[in-house]
Every structure is written in C-alpha cells, then in structure tokens.
C-alpha cells in the first residue's frame, strides 16, 4: 500500500468528476491518480527526454552504491548529493543538500540520509520523488 498523499490546489469540480469516473469503473481513487499520472508523464515527456533521464539516474545509483560504505565510515548521520555520476557534497542537514540540488542543473539527482541501516533515498527527476521516510 502506498502512502498518504495531501495534494493542494486541486479544482473541486474536477476531482468530484474524477472521483465519479473512478467509482464507475470500479477502481480506487489512488489507482485512478497512478493511471492518470502515468498517463500524464507519457503525454509530457518525450521519449528521448524520459531515456536521458533514465540514463543519469542509473549512473548516479552506480555511484552510491559504489561510494556506499565509504560513506558511511566518514560520514554516518550526514546527507550525500549524488548527480552528473558523481557525489556532489555531504552535507550536515537535509535542507543544504536539498539546497545543493537547487543549484545543479541536471535532470537527475539522489538526495541520501548515510546510516547503516537502509537509507532514505529521494531522487530528483521528472518531479517524482522516491523514497522511504
């Protein structure tokens, strides 16, 4: 099941249709949204753009995974910026390194807390977000 999401400025006139048309075809809400988000990313973006940006988030989750336990020797607690197939920085709070992100200019970029346990990952690209909290 996935999380609970608040989604502001959504035209009620809209979402009541939506919620309709949903309820018609017998399917939740939240699988209706998946569909129409899938449907919009496809209208949205090219082909070859979405393959770019396929491209550079498989390189940046090479690179973690390659500087992983380094990290975490030199930097447990700390946030890693992984994009351009390179670490970026480390950085003590999650808001610089979101800021560093702010200040790149590529399509893709990983956002990791370090600690040993599983990390909390969120990836910058085609304005989705990933992760686990």
């Known amino acids: 099941m996935g999380k609970t999401i608040a989604i502001k400025n959504v035209d009620e006139e809209l979402y009541r249709k ?14 209706a949204i998946n569909e129409a988000i899938k449907l919009w990313l496809k209208a949205s973006l090219s082909s070859s753009n979405y393959f770019q940006i396929e491209t550079e988030a498989e390189r940046n989750r090479e690179v973690y995974k390659k500087l992983e336990g380094d990290l975490l020797r030199k930097h447990l607690g700390k946030f890693a910026v992984i994009a351009g197939g390179r670490l970026v920085g480390v950085y003590k709070t999650k808001e610089r390194a979101l800021e560093a992100v702010k200040r790149l200019n590529v399509k893709h970029a990983i956002v990791s807390r370090i600690e040993r346990k599983k990390p909390t990952v969120v990836e910058f690209g085609m304005s989705l977000f990933e992760g686990e909290e």
């Open 18 to 31: 939506f919620k309709a048309v949903a309820a018609l075809r017998g399917i939740t809400l939240g699988e």
